[in-house]
């Protein structure tokens, strides 16, 4: 019925919509590993960055809200943010 492609485009959209959710009713996670790595908070600057193709920029940002990710963490976590705006 779906493709894969659309399967994680749609699930992206799902956890979009739950981190707006959980940000707006003010839950904080249990720990820093439960944390989803993609969340609303300070996301508008982010997905600017990534809209004008500033990768790096993105990654060093995101850095900055979620302290203590590695960069590896923080470079898969802005994939998913580029591939939630469709880029």
Not at 14 to 41: F, M, N, Y
Not at 62 to 81: M, P, Q
């Amino acid at each position: 019925m779906f493709g894969n492609a659309e399967l994680e485009r749609r699930l992206a959209r799902v956890e979009r919509k739950l981190d707006l959710i959980i940000e707006h009713l003010g839950i904080e996670p249990a720990s820093v590993d439960t944390r989803p790595l993609v969340s609303t908070q300070g996301m508008g600057e982010i997905d600017s960055l990534l809209l004008m193709g500033k990768k790096i920029e993105a990654i060093r940002e995101y850095r900055k809200i979620h302290r203590g990710l590695s960069l590896s963490e923080a470079v898969d976590a802005i994939e998913e943010r580029k591939r939630a705006l469709g880029g």
